[in-house]
């Protein structure tokens, strides 16, 4: 049970500043951007976005970075000084931003601050219902492990009592995930990863691997779970099916199943948790309905899923609670805009 003062809740990933504007099929065209996607900015091709989104769409500046909203989220829930963020940003006013909201919604931070590269930032286009995201990591993508394994910050992932990161990371520092996966392992204390994005698992696939064995709790959509099946060579487009076969795979700790959570839009949410003789066990819990018109943006939704729904594990809730309270959170958070959740706060 979550205690104040705790930081029982560990988030690792890439801190960012979000640069959010309505788009349209033109701004989409000119940078080659899916409709809802999230990629790495290719230096060639996409570096005028950031710039063209504040020009000419009406950008506003805002917290981002996923697994960073993810805690936001997740402190949202739990008890004042539950949640501790990692990441890396740069010596400037973007960091010292997203350090003040991390603050504000009281997620403590232990940033690495790079005194030469300037804080990541992520193009966002919004389009109706979709987001495309387009991140240039900067400074984010220079996390290194020697932070993490500082005495006084090693103290505090020992001190964590669940892990969670963003697959994000994955193109950033494997070496730091793997250290606090083997914590996790050791200790049998629970690892949750999320896949992130389609891109994880057609371009990391090799990272991932290595660090899936550690995974107790597999987090993705339904666009993830189809390209992991795509490079993973599982011959099924069936979610459930593709789930149950992750669910299956190797694992470190042996001490506790792996659960896979795949949500589906406005479709139910399956949760397979893997039984003794390769057999599963399968829940389905369906989303908080919302009428289109109190959407306003759905960035940022999936890591308020995974923020409720992480902060149920934290508090021991049930898989089906959790997921519930993920699903809670998601519809709070598409009425915001971007990545954030109502005040005065309201409780689950
Ligand atoms: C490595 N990449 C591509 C990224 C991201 C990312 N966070 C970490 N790493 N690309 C987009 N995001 C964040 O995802 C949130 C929406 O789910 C954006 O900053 C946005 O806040």
Known sequence: MAVKGNYELLCLENPLLDIQGVGDEKLLEKYGLKANDAILADPEKHMDLYEDLMQNYKAVLIAGGAAQ????????ILPSESVLYIGCVGKDKYGETLENICKEAGVKTEYLYDEKTPTGRCGVVITGHNRSLCTDLAAANNYKLEHLKQDHIWKQVENAKVYYVGGFHLTVCVPAIKALA???AAKNKPFILNLSAPFIAQ???DPLDEILPYVDILIGNETEAAAFAESHNIDSKDVKKIAEIIANGPKKNTQRPRTVVFTQGTDP????TAQDGGKVDVKEVPVHAISEEKIYDTNGAGDAFAGGFVA???KGESLEKSIDMGQW????SIQELGPSFPQPKQTY
Do not use: D
Request: aromatic share 12%; no cysteine; glycine share 8%.
């Open 312 to 314: 149920g594990i934290v």
């Open 269 to 272: 949410t399956i949760a397979v």
């Open 203 to 205: 371009f990391f696939k």
């Open 329 to 332: 959170l998601a519809k709070l």
């Open 69 to 76: 909203n993810t805690a936001r989220g997740a402190q949202y």
């Open 182 to 184: 083997e914590e996790a």
